[in-house]
């Protein structure tokens, strides 16, 4: 079966950079993109950008660029989230999700991760 | 940037009919996904491409998407179906989401 399974949570200062990993299973990683969305506490979703794991090519939306790097590792078959320059309005749960088809639909989806930044 | 807009919350009485609204610019020229999140939980999908149904959603979730609206109708509501709903779309290389609807059950 399917799944995605990230990392645990974590508590960051203001300024620094946190990673967070996405491992996925019971499907062939390098056939399906994912995405990474994130939560803040008591508000909506919000996308943040989407890794093809064949190649490695990223697309990132406008507000996180050129604070966020996804990457990834076909030998394990796990994607990365990194965001640099944490501040407190980036304290929220990070999914990753992985993209069915070139509609966009996210299929399944990570447990989450919560990222707190805090001083 | 385009932008999709839904009411904050939508109430609806036990067995009765539920409707959510996703409002954009044309929508009805894009795919819609919706999604369904209860609290502490990852978003579910729960309609994707405006009308389809993932397997082992029930027939009760449908979807419609035409001019400026796309729908979310949920028939016969029960207590399980309180949750917060999300529109989706994917629009010149980005990924919209609506803002959510809190949908109660009374």
């Known amino acids: 079966q399917v799944q995605l399974v990230q990392s645990g949570a974590e508590v960051k200062k203001p300024g620094a950079s946190v990673k967070v990993s996405c491992k996925a299973s019971g499907y062939t990683f390098t056939n399906y993109y994912l995405h990474w969305v994130r939560q803040a506490p008591g508000q909506g979703l919000e996308w943040m950008g989407i890794?093809?794991?064949?190649?490695?090519?990223?697309t990132y939306a406008q507000k996180f660029q050129g604070r966020v790097t996804m990457t990834r590792d076909t030998s394990t078959s796990t994607v990365y989230m990194e965001l640099s320059s944490l501040r407190s309005e980036d304290t929220a749960v990070y999914y990753c999700?992985?993209?069915?088809?070139?509609?966009?639909?996210?299929?399944?989806w990570g447990q989450g991760t919560l990222v707190t930044v805090s001083s | 940037s385009y932008e999709l807009t839904q009411p904050l919350s939508v109430s609806v009485a036990l067995g009765q009919t539920a409707r959510i609204t996703c409002g954009g610019n044309n929508i009805g020229n894009k795919n819609v996904h919706w999604y369904q999140q209860k609290p502490g939980q990852a978003p579910v999908l729960v309609i994707y491409r405006d009308t389809n149904r993932p397997s082992g959603i029930p027939e009760r979730f449908s979807g419609s998407n035409s001019g400026n609206t796309a729908t979310l109708t949920i028939s016969r509501a029960q207590a399980g179906d309180e949750a917060d709903y999300y529109c989706?779309?994917?629009?010149?290389?980005?990924?919209?989401f609506g803002g959510g609807t809190k949908l109660t059950v009374l």
């Open positions: 989706q779309v994917w629009d010149s290389s980005t990924v919209v």
């Open positions: 999700a992985r993209v069915y088809d070139s509609s966009g639909q996210n299929d399944y």
């Open positions: 890794i093809n794991p064949s190649g490695g090519s990223t």
